[in-house]
């Protein structure tokens, strides 16, 4: 099942981080978008050949110690049909190279729709009555509560059929975040630990061989008090925790996402680790033509930084 990989490579890379791949051409190198413009042209196309080079450079420089990439799909839907080919095929390379994807596309809608959405990046799309298509094919989606459980059975129902996990919004790393997550309800709890409380449940029958849920939850690295609360509200719970880096959350905020055996908690870095050759950090040592090398550097100081914060 999906969270038994995880952690599978989570443990064997003794790396809890996943690297997202959010490729806005403004922080492709500029000798990747020349030739891919000059191949393809100045268009839409040979922005998504650019972000294809990008991606798998990334990927070729960190498969062997980071286990997941998130690929978050606005930055392919911008570039149009040609954006989501490019998506497609970073799906694909990346798990080539043996690492898992969780596409970041935080969707839902009623019911039908969300048997929709689960079809096209986690299940198979019906095409006749014999065949059935895999399309984006990631190993996990990112997925809205909003609509309550007839938004989320369709994809629970798919992680079941074909070993795949979502990863439900519960407490998101932006400012207004607290605007509806925190509210007050009558319960005397906040809306996020309502959808905490939501996601054990929708949970329940996905659980493998470490306790922990193929249903996971997003909660942000800039809520270190609210993660505390959070992972004791959700004993089963993966957390995906975003905000590390470029939001300013810290080793010793994400630490609270994870349990006593430093399991629990996947941490996202996307632009601290795609811009590290431009960074404070590595641009004096990685020249912009070894951007990759930059990112690797960057996601090795990454994951000792978090595994020293949870292991002590
Ligand atoms: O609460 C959330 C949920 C998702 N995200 C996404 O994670 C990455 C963060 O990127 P950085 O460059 O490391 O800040 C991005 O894809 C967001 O859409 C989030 O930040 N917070």
């Known amino acids: ?45 040979g922005a998504a050949q650019a972000i294809i080079e990008f991606n798998k450079g990334l990927i070729d420089a960190l498969c062997d110690i980071v286990p997941a990439v ?35 596309g935080k969707r839902n809608d009623i019911g039908t729709t969300a048997e929709s959405y689960s079809a096209g990046f986690l299940g198979k799309t019906l095409i006749s009555e014999d065949v059935l298509q895999p399309v ?5 989606l990112t997925v809205n509560p909003y609509l309550g459980v007839d938004g989320i059975k369709p994809f629970i129902d ?15 790393s932006n400012k ?5 997550q925190d509210i007050l309800t009558d319960k005397g709890k906040s809306i996020y630990e309502i959808v905490a409380e939501l996601v054990e449940e929708w949970g329940k029958s ?17 809520y270190p008090n609210q993660a505390k609360i959070l992972r004791k509200a959700m004993k089963h719970a993966y957390i995906l925790v975003p905000g590390y880096g ?35 950090n590595w641009k004096d040592q990685y020249s912009v033509d070894n951007y ?9 100081r990454m994951r000792d930084d978090i595994n020293a914060a949870i292991k002590t």
């Open 70 to 104: 998130k690929p978050q799909l606005a930055y392919y839907e911008m570039y149009g049909i040609e954006g989501l080919m490019a998506f497609e095929q970073t799906v694909k390379y990346a798990k080539e190279k043996g690492m898992i994807v969780i596409a970041d």
């Open 176 to 180: 207004s975040s607290g605007q509806l």
């Open 158 to 172: 798919d992680c079941k059929r074909y070993q795949k996990g979502i990863f439900v919004l519960v407490k998101t």
């Open 246 to 280: 470029a939001q300013g959350g810290t080793a010793r905020d994400v630490a609270h996402s994870f349990d006593g055996e430093g399991l629990g908690a996947i941490v996202n870095a996307s632009r601290s680790i795609m811009c590290a050759y431009m960074s404070d």
């Open 1 to 45: 099942m999906f969270i038994d990989l995880l952690i599978d490579a989570i443990k064997e890379k003794d790396n809890p981080t996943v690297v997202g791949l959010d490729p806005k051409l403004d922080f492709i190198p500029q000798f990747i978008k020349e030739k891919a413009f000059k191949e393809h042209g100045v268009n839409l196309k």
């Open 292 to 300: 990759a090398d930059a990112s690797r550097a960057e996601a090795i």
């Open 206 to 222: 996905l659980r493998g061989k470490y306790g922990y849920s193929s249903v996971g939850a997003v909660v942000g690295a800039t």
């Open 136 to 140: 984006f094919d990631a190993d996990a």
